[in-house]
């Protein structure tokens, strides 16, 4: 248990659905990230966010929309995705600037589209 | 980030020590290697990280060479609970600006054996 929580764990999505993944940390953390993890590839970086604020987004398409009310939480809203947008879904936070941001993973979500 | 080189695969024996070695050579005197593992369909889990000095935590030990080009992660007991695929990360410190940039390669496959 790292403290990063995610759900749903599993999604099941058609191409026309609209969805949204959560995040959630404990760690009283500042940053929150994004990553994909496509089958047989490396985590990819996605999204930034530091103090809510976006900091970096690593030109991910527009269907992937992510939003950060607070430090404590993460969403990503999914809408009109491609089969090949399946993957897992992995959510992460650090602490802020002012210390070596050792990121922590959350569990994070399958995703199919079919 | 400095990019790293990891074997893709190793095996160990249940109970041996599995030393795991990553090559960073152009490592930047500001930037720490850290070690994520991931097991099959989970979020990475931390590790360990260092600057320049051996450290040691409950999970595993990491040797850096003096001249800081190579590493090696040292799992002292090897469960088979540690198979998973570990990750070599090279990344600047604190307070370059850059908010947590994880650059995940293919890392190391450790099958650990009974």
């Known amino acids: 248990e790292t403290g990063v929580t995610q759900t749903p764990r599993h999604l099941v999505m058609g191409m026309t659905n609209k969805k949204s993944l959560k995040c959630e940390q404990h760690l009283g953390h500042n940053a929150m990230y994004w990553y994909k993890q496509s089958a047989k590839k490396p985590l990819e970086l996605m999204f930034v966010y530091n103090f809510k604020e976006q900091t970096e987004n690593n030109s991910v398409p527009s269907r992937f929309s992510p939003e950060c009310p607070n430090s404590s939480h993460l969403f990503l809203h999914l809408h009109t995705l491609q089969p090949e947008d399946s993957a897992l879904y992995l959510c992460?936070?650090?602490?802020?600037?002012?210390?070596?941001?050792?990121?922590?993973f959350g569990p994070g979500t399958r995703l199919l589209v079919l | 980030d400095a990019k790293t080189t990891q074997p893709p695969s190793m095996d160990c024996a249940e109970g041996r020590a599995a030393n795991l070695p990553c090559n960073h050579s152009t490592i930047s005197g500001n930037e720490y290697v850290y070690w994520y593992r991931q097991i099959h369909s989970q979020g990475p889990q931390y590790i360990i990280h260092g600057l320049k000095n051996n450290e040691t935590n409950e999970m595993a030990s990491l040797i850096i060479t003096e001249d800081r080009k190579s590493s090696t992660l040292i799992l002292p007991h090897a469960t088979l609970r540690d198979t998973a695929v570990y990750y070599c990360i090279v990344r600047v410190a604190h307070g370059s600006g850059n908010t947590g940039k994880l650059i995940f390669g293919q890392g190391t496959t450790l099958q650990v054996k009974p």
């Open positions: 992460a936070s650090s602490q802020d600037r002012t210390h070596q941001e050792t990121q922590y």
